[in-house]
């Protein structure tokens, strides 16, 4: 007779030994876990096989009073301990979107009965909004929960005050939501703000109107750079902070398709200086890129756009014998991808691909370039015609014939003997022989009042590319990237369109001055910008309106008066 292993088990403890059965008299070890022991006080023990079983029974009990890992819904626990003694704490952080009678982060402590509680995370949600008759909001919901946005429209031949659309935080909704009006006031001269430079300001403004914020050197700006006019008052008014101090932010933008994944951990509607936030997209829309922003000097990095899934692109075309320099895992349409060919391979075709709608443009070949010795022999006269071509390896060319196409082979110099579709006479057949050219191009072209962003080489290699760059307050016109292909580079833009140089005697003699103060050090300005003048304290306007919106046009500006 023997006992088997199987017939026993042991709480809180295991076997040590790996055999499944044992003869009569035979003993066997087993082990408690962590945190118990044997009725003897040892970390393991021993039984006996029997006749009627297994003697003693395997018992481990607790070394002292503890407690066990607790089960946790909705939860995450912040400690590698499996057992924790009395009074001991034990720290735990609600998943992203949920929290608990403590906040989203608690602890609970061990004692002698087990844990002083259990913490509940139950789903945060923000209260239904109570929307005036004319606003329309969308989407409509009975429940919405953290990160969930509301945009909002109002009915016919009503203005909107205030924004167009609200987040749901933990802390409830944020902006305040806007109000439909059937008209609404101008703003009075906005306030000046402490350590920002003088604004050039109007009587009064209509709703809607912006007007920009410039800190004084030396400090920067907390919150929004334009302060706007809403029905009268202004908002978003920052301030401009010592750049020495540690900035917060304010909270972080909503984004169309997408909500806040996760957030850190506190109540407050201020961020610190360096924290950092998730963004998730709705189901059939992708990040660019990444997909957090960070508070950085009172400002939040650029945020993720959320791009629909069937017109963005993912995964470029791959190419034979090539690389896409700086991949993403998604473009947004027109971006493009940038190919590079591996030695000794040449780049083929344009160097990049767009993104169209969903699918990509045709990507570009990477192969080695060879030219084509034709020779046909016409075996009853002996005749011989040779005719220059030029292929691609692995393409295929057609020979000006009615009689072949043939597929460009190999890469090294050589003859090949390839019998044709069409016979011009029986014993027709062709020589063909293989050479390499250079294909490398010398210095890139010269353009008048422009040049390339990099350091000139004496040679380039085939499919490079250089980027040419205008002279300050000139216009590129054409592409800013050349590549050299056979020897020779692509057309290279021009820079076009004088600037206009602003002359202060001008602006005496015509009694005018730049509107905003920031303009007072512009020397200078490039075709197609637009310069606001103002009266000088004590003129008013003697030319139209319009005028004191003045565009720099080919090197000529038009002053107003006054």
Request: aromatic share 10%.
């Amino acid at each position: 007779e023997r006992c088997l292993k199987s017939e026993i088990t042991i709480e809180n403890g295991f076997f040590s030994e790996s055999e499944l059965a044992y003869p009569l008299n035979n003993k066997t070890q087993y082990q408690c876990k962590s945190g118990y022991v044997t009725p003897d006080g040892t970390t393991s023990g021993s039984v006996t096989c029997l006749e009627n079983g297994w003697s003693p029974q395997p018992t481990c009990i607790k070394q002292y009073e503890s407690c066990d890992m607790p089960g946790l819904e909705n939860a995450k626990i912040r400690s590698n301990s499996q057992l924790f003694k009395v009074n001991d704490t034990l720290d735990y952080e609600c998943l992203d979107g949920f929290e608990s009678r403590d906040g989203r982060a608690g602890s609970i402590v061990c004692g002698n009965n087990g844990w002083s509680h259990t913490p509940e995370c139950y789903e945060i949600e923000c209260k239904v909004p109570e929307v005036e008759e004319n606003l329309i909001a969308d989407p409509r919901k009975d429940k919405y929960r953290v990160g969930d946005v509301l945009r909002f429209s109002c009915r016919s031949r009503l203005k909107r005050v205030g924004p167009d659309s609200v987040q749901c935080y933990h802390f409830g909704w944020s902006p305040n939501l806007p109000t439909c009006k059937v008209s609404t006031q101008s703003c009075p001269p906005p306030p000046q703000i402490p350590n920002a430079q003088n604004m050039a300001t109007t009587v009064n403004y209509q709703d809607g109107e912006k007007v920009s914020v410039v800190c004084q050197d030396n400090y920067i700006i907390q919150g929004a750079e334009e302060i706007v006019c809403q029905d009268g008052s202004w908002q978003s008014i920052p301030r401009c902070a010592d750049e020495t101090e540690k900035l917060g932010c304010p909270q972080p933008p909503p984004i169309e398709h997408g909500t806040i994944k996760s957030l850190p951990l506190h109540k407050s509607d201020t961020y610190q200086d360096g924290e950092e936030i998730v963004y998730k997209c709705e189901e059939g829309f992708g990040t660019n890129g990444s997909a957090s922003i960070k508070c950085l000097g009172g400002k939040w990095s650029h945020p993720p756009e959320c791009i629909n899934s069937d017109i963005s692109c993912e995964n470029p075309p791959k190419v034979e014998n090539a690389i896409i320099l700086d991949e993403k895992p998604r473009y947004l349409p027109g971006e493009t991808a940038r190919y590079e060919c591996t030695e000794p391979f040449e780049l083929f075709g344009e160097v990049e691909v767009t993104c169209l709608d969903g699918y990509w443009s045709q990507p570009p070949q990477c192969a080695v370039d060879c030219v084509v010795i034709i020779y046909i022999y016409f075996m009853e006269d002996l005749t011989t015609l040779g005719q220059l071509e030029s292929c691609i390896i692995g393409g295929d060319i057609i020979i000006p014939f009615p009689i072949i196409q043939w597929g460009c082979l190999g890469g090294s110099v050589g003859y090949f003997n390839v019998t044709p579709f069409c016979n011009i006479c029986n014993e027709t057949y062709l020589n063909l022989s293989l050479k390499k050219p250079s294909g490398k191009c010398v210095s890139p072209p010269s353009i008048d009042n422009g040049d390339i962003t990099s350091f000139p080489l004496a040679v380039y290699a085939p499919g490079s590319s250089v980027q040419y760059k205008c002279l300050d307050f000139y216009v590129l016109q054409g592409p800013r990237t050349v590549t050299c292909r056979n020897g020779k580079w692509s057309t290279p833009p021009k820079c076009l369109a004088e600037p206009c140089r602003l002359s202060a005697e001008m602006m005496r003699r015509q009694n005018i001055r730049f509107r905003w103060t920031h303009d007072t050090k512009m020397h200078y300005s490039a075709t197609g910008d637009v310069i606001e003048f103002d009266c000088l304290r004590g003129y008013r306007r003697k030319t139209p309106a319009h005028t004191f919106r003045a565009i720099c046009q080919d090197g000529k500006l038009l002053y107003p008066e006054c």
